[in-house]
């Protein structure tokens, strides 16, 4: 199966975005083709993205975008720039958010295809009757495997219709791990970022919500991340202040996590009711 983009589109006033306009103004239009250039080798590339961390990948991108080394670090810079955020770059790695989530409904399509002609070939190659009971069963087993797979891609990377205010299942799940991931914090500093749940919530949500449907990441992972790196002694409870540092860390978050619990077995800060705060306890279990 292919394992890549055949084509992506853009907005034809991509130009006039805010974000563009920076581009725009710092780098002129050259930058401008540059950076839709660097959107079309993300998308001709195996799985929509580009190893940087590779020193050959990032020679052949910067030959290919006219910049030197230093040249194409001061570019790929400017575009990870939070403010700017045309870009994504995490462990070396280089995508977007569009191209990511494209790629990710691509590969859903490609996988039921796949499905289906391997379904009709099944068929066309052995007639009825010809077919031993453990092969057909084996082969059904198969199928509905999946059909599985193909149902629970869907639903992870499923859209409300729009004009519709219903958050989607993902949004939800994401707005309560934002929600955890601040009360976590103030049970220890309570005055942390008053009065702003409006606007903080719903930003770190963003990026939650990227790390469930982009990074395949499950909130239960989530969540459970998060209560270990809240705990007060850990080095990571003041070096993860935000939904986009969660992001950015949670593969090193996740082994420290497990090596910490394999090192020193279960550890004292165990998730329950007693160190969720109280109007955050109906969320995450069920009422007895």
Same mark, same amino acid.
């Given at each position: 199966? %292919?394992?890549?983009?055949?084509?992506?589109?853009?907005?034809?006033?991509?130009?006039?975005?805010?974000?563009?306009?920076?581009?725009?103004?710092?780098?002129?239009?050259?930058?401008?083709?540059?950076?839709?250039?660097?959107?079309?080798?993300?998308?001709?590339?195996?799985?929509?993205?580009?190893?940087?961390? *590779?020193?050959?990948? /990032?020679?052949?991108?910067?030959?290919?975008?006219?910049?030197?080394?230093?040249?194409?670090?001061?570019?790929?810079?400017?575009?990870?720039?939070?403010?700017?955020?045309?870009?994504?770059?995490?462990?070396?790695?280089?995508?977007?958010?569009?191209?990511?989530?494209?790629?990710? =409904?691509?590969?859903?399509?490609?996988?039921?295809?796949?499905? /289906?002609?391997?379904?009709?070939?099944? #068929?066309?190659?052995?007639?009825?009757? #010809?077919?031993?009971?453990?092969?057909?069963?084996?082969?059904? &087993?198969?199928?509905? /495997?999946? *059909?599985?797979?193909? %149902?629970?891609? +869907?639903?992870?990377? =499923?859209?409300?219709?729009?004009?519709?205010?219903?958050?989607?299942?993902? +949004?939800?799940?994401?707005?309560?791990?934002?929600?955890?991931?601040?009360?976590?914090?103030?049970?220890?500093?309570?005055?942390?970022?008053?009065? *702003?749940? %409006?606007?903080?919530?719903?930003?770190?949500?963003?990026?939650?919500?990227?790390?469930?449907? &982009?990074?395949? =990441?499950?909130?239960?992972?989530?969540?459970?991340? &998060?209560?270990?790196?809240?705990?007060?002694?850990?080095?990571?409870?003041?070096?993860? !202040?935000?939904?986009? *540092?969660?992001? +950015? $860390?949670?593969?090193?978050?996740?082994?420290? !996590?497990?090596?910490?619990?394999?090192?020193?077995?279960?550890?004292?800060? /165990?998730?329950?009711?007693?160190?969720?705060?109280?109007?955050?306890?109906? %969320?995450?279990? $069920?009422?007895?």
């Amino acid at each position: 199966m %292919k394992d890549n983009l055949p084509f992506f589109s853009h907005d034809n006033n991509a130009r006039r975005h805010p974000k563009m306009k920076a581009l725009i103004a710092e780098y002129g239009y050259e930058g401008y083709g540059r950076f839709w250039a660097l959107n079309e080798r993300i998308a001709e590339s195996p799985n929509a993205y580009i190893d940087i961390s *590779k020193k050959v990948n /990032k020679l052949d991108l910067a030959q290919e975008l006219s910049f030197n080394g230093e040249e194409l670090d001061k570019f790929l810079s400017f575009l990870a720039d939070p403010e700017i955020d045309l870009i994504n770059i995490t462990e070396g790695k280089i995508t977007t958010d569009r191209i990511s989530e494209l790629y990710s =409904k691509v590969v859903v399509s490609r996988e039921y295809e796949r499905d /289906k002609k391997q379904r009709q070939r099944g #068929n066309g190659d052995c007639p009825e009757g #010809n077919m031993g009971e453990s092969d057909t069963e084996y082969n059904r &087993i198969e199928r509905e /495997k999946n *059909k599985n797979r193909i %149902k629970q891609k +869907e639903k992870k990377g =499923k859209e409300i219709p729009e004009g519709s205010d219903e958050p989607s299942f993902s +949004e939800k799940q994401s707005l309560e791990l934002s929600t955890l991931l601040l009360t976590s914090h103030r049970k220890e500093i309570p005055d942390f970022l008053s009065g *702003k749940d %409006k606007s903080v919530i719903p930003k770190w949500a963003s990026d939650i919500d990227k790390l469930i449907r &982009i990074d395949q =990441k499950s909130p239960e992972t989530i969540r459970e991340v &998060i209560l270990w790196a809240k705990i007060p002694d850990n080095f990571w409870f003041a070096n993860i !202040m935000s939904g986009k *540092k969660l992001r +950015e $860390k949670f593969e090193t978050l996740y082994g420290q !996590m497990k090596m910490k619990r394999r090192s020193t077995g279960p550890p004292p800060h /165990k998730i329950s009711r007693d160190n969720i705060p109280a109007d955050q306890v109906s %969320k995450y279990f $069920k009422q007895e």
